[in-house]
């Protein structure tokens, strides 16, 4: 089975930064792109960032400037940090990965469980 948990969400204030970090694990044979999405309350989930195996970025037009994306590789992990945040911000912010497993060698879409990203005063 593979797992991505996320961490690093919390409680921030406007302007604070906050880096999210979210782990791969489990009988992972290649990953390909990793992503992040966020969903705000009463609104659809959508794209934040995406992540190539080879370290090609695109962002949401919006966000461009004040979310990073990055990986490590070899540790299976994609990153967002994430700076001048704005209480617009405020959503679960979830990892998305599309991987081969050593089990089927099929590629497949696997989420995480989501972490809370607070922005307020």
């Known amino acids: 089975q593979v797992q991505l948990v996320e961490s690093g969400g919390g409680l921030v204030q406007p302007g604070g930064s906050l880096r999210l970090s979210c782990a791969a694990s489990?009988?992972?044979?290649?990953?390909?792109?990793m992503a992040w999405y966020r969903q705000a309350p009463g609104k659809q989930r959508e794209l934040v960032a995406k992540i190539t195996s080879g370290g090609s970025t695109n962002y949401v037009d919006s966000l461009k400037g004040r979310f990073t994306i990055s990986r490590d590789n070899a540790k299976n992990t994609v990153y967002l940090q994430m700076s001048s945040l704005k209480p617009e911000d405020t959503a679960v912010y979830y990892c998305n990965a599309d991987l081969i497993t050593m089990l089927t060698f099929s590629p497949k879409n696997y989420w995480g469980q989501g972490t809370q990203v607070t922005v307020s005063s």
């Open positions: 489990g009988s992972i044979f290649s990953i390909y792109a």
